[in-house]
Structures are given as C-alpha cells and as structure tokens.
C-alpha cells in the first residue's frame, strides 16, 4: 500500500514540474519574442537571462544551505568539491561555452524568423546529439535509429519551404544552437558524474560563467549600438505603466528562463534520459502551439505537415533507441558466465 502511495506521490510530483516547465517555457519565449519586437538587441536579453538566473540561483543555493545547516546535514556547504580537478574544470568551462552560444544562438534566431519555425528546427536536436555521441563517444547505433533521422531532416526542409517568415541565417542560427546543446548534454553528464555536482550547483556555475563569456560581446555589439540609440534605451526606463517597460520585460524573462532551466534539471534527476526526451518532445510541441495562438499566426498545410514529420521522427527515433537498449539488456542478461 504504501510503496503504490509513493508512486503516485512521484507521478504527481513529476506532472506539476512537467506543467511547470511547459508553463514558464511558453512565457519565456512569448516575452523573447515580445522583447525582440520592441527591442531588437538578442546579446542583451542574453545577458538578462544569464544575469536574472545567476541571481536566481544564488538565492536558491543560499536557502538550500540555511535549511541544510538547520537540519545539521554538512551536505550543503561544498560537497560538490569531492573528486575536482584540471579536467573538471576545462568540462566546466566547455558546457558553460556551449551554454551561452546554445541561447545566445537561439535569441538570435527568434529575432529574425517565428518562434514555433525555431522550435520546429530545434526539435531535430538528436541528429546532432547522435553523430556528437557516435564522433566523441564512439557510440553505435542500430539502422532504425539513424533511419528515424531521415523523416527529421525531411521535415525540417518542408517548413523551411514552407515557412512566410523564412530566413536564412535564422535557420543556420538555430541549427548552430543544437551543436552547442547536443554539445553540453554530453560534457554535463561527464562533470557530474567526475565531480559529483548536484544539479542545482551545475546549473549555477553554468550560467555564472556563461554570463563573464557573454558579457564582453555585449559591450563590444549591442552597448555600442545603444550609445547611439537613446531613443531606445528611453524605452528600458519604468513609465507609468510598468509592463509595458522593457527592462521589466527582460528581469521577468530572465526569471522565467532560470525557472524553466531549473526544473528540465529537476526533471531529468527524476527520470530516465530517454522519458525525459519524449518529455522535451511533447514540450516543444505545447510551446509551437502556445507561440502559434499567442502571436495569432496561421501555418499553411505545408508547415503543419513538415512539423509534424518532424515529430513523427522524434518519435521514431525514442522508439528505436529503446529497442536498442532492450536489445542490448537481453544480449548481456543471455550472455554465458566465463569460469
């Protein structure tokens, strides 16, 4: 009884940090798109996400010592320092580059094309994960996992056929931004599992990082720009009607960026890899179709169907990966002991 009790106490713990992560998703990338319409500087809400969840999860740690310290458990003042090292450190340095090219790619995509056509290129991400893993890793794959690749690549190319907004560089933007998280997927799960750093920690040093990397680049390109632009940056200033602020618009959206970031880690200590890419998955299909409503777009035949190849993909391509690792399990379980 209370074993089945437990269960249901984790199912419903993981559907709230799902709706979570869907609901402060779709508010990240409708304020993205919000902000870049009225403030077209994609460095800047780069360094607003970076900086707004810096100091998110500064507050976080700090209250997750207090309550450790009170419970008398030392597990939340530098356990994470158990087995670090030069290599930790140059992975540490390499998932926080890829981290700040990842969004700063991304935010340079939605200012150029619509978010449901970046959402669309992004979701065919495994294509890249899987020739990273196989070129780095030296991972193999079944011909069912690299054939679930055609429909994804195939989709993409009938919604950038398809898509009004189409441009170019967005869509090369986007492609680039799944190297770099395909990029940090892999080096993530290597710190962690060397260092022994939790995910609250990992993610915190990431984005502390990744805003030093970005910084610079925003004085040298977008502060420039501003210098020249006061009527611009009259628009950052807090009028009588502060939602309509621009700078309200990019701490609330960097605050939306740490909570979603935050709890995809939540969910991913909770789950398998694999369940927490069929959760990605049918995320972005709830993003596609909130930004869609939202910016009041109307997809042709064409763009529905691309995107929805795309997913049928995805889906084949989750379904071939678990075959594998089933295959894989019943090899070994089969596999006659050596005396």
């Not at 559907?15 to 994609?42: E, G, H, M």
């Not at 992975?91 to 094309?113: E, H, I, K, P």
Request: hydrophobic share 50%; glycine share 8%.
């Amino acid at each position: 009884m209370s074993s089945s009790v437990g269960r249901c106490g984790l199912a419903a713990e993981l559907a709230a940090l799902y709706a979570l992560w869907c609901v402060f998703s779709s508010l990240t990338d409708t304020l993205n798109k919000r902000i870049l319409l009225q403030f077209p500087f994609p460095v800047t809400l780069t360094v607003f996400h970076f900086a707004m969840s810096a100091l998110a999860g500064h507050l976080a740690l700090v209250r997750l010592k207090q309550l450790f310290t009170k419970a008398g458990d030392g597990s939340g003042s530098g356990s994470s320092k158990q087995r670090s090292g030069k290599g930790v450190g140059r992975d540490m340095l390499l998932v926080s580059a890829c981290q700040a090219a990842g969004f700063l790619l991304t935010n340079m995509s939605f200012g150029r094309v619509a978010v449901p056509f970046t959402h669309t290129v992004k979701a065919c991400a495994p294509v890249f994960s899987l020739f990273l893993a196989r070129l780095l890793l030296g991972n193999r794959y079944s011909w069912l996992v690299y054939a679930s690749l055609v429909p994804m690549v195939s989709g993409v190319g009938i919604v950038a056929a398809s898509e009004l907004s189409f441009d170019k560089l967005g869509l090369v933007l986007a492609l680039g931004s799944n190297v770099c998280f395909a990029m940090r997927s892999i080096v993530s799960k290597r710190v962690m599992a060397s260092s022994g750093i939790d995910n609250a920690r990992l993610y915190f040093a990431m984005v502390k990082t990744a805003l030093a990397m970005v910084f610079p680049i925003w004085l040298a390109t977008d502060l420039r720009q501003l210098m020249d632009r006061p009527d611009v940056i009259e628009r950052l200033g807090v009028g009588d009607d502060p939602s309509s602020s621009v700078l309200v618009l990019l701490c609330v959206c960097g605050l939306c960026h740490y909570a979603y970031n935050q709890i995809s880690i939540m969910v991913l200590a909770r789950v398998l890899p694999l369940t927490h890419e069929v959760l990605n998955t049918t995320r972005r299909v709830v993003l596609i179709t909130v930004t869609t409503i939202v910016f009041g777009l109307v997809p042709s035949w064409q763009n529905i169907a691309g995107t929805a190849t795309v997913f049928l993909g995805v889906a084949l391509y989750i379904w071939a990966k678990q075959r594998q690792r089933q295959s894989s399990s019943a090899a070994v379980a089969v596999k006659p002991k050596q005396h």
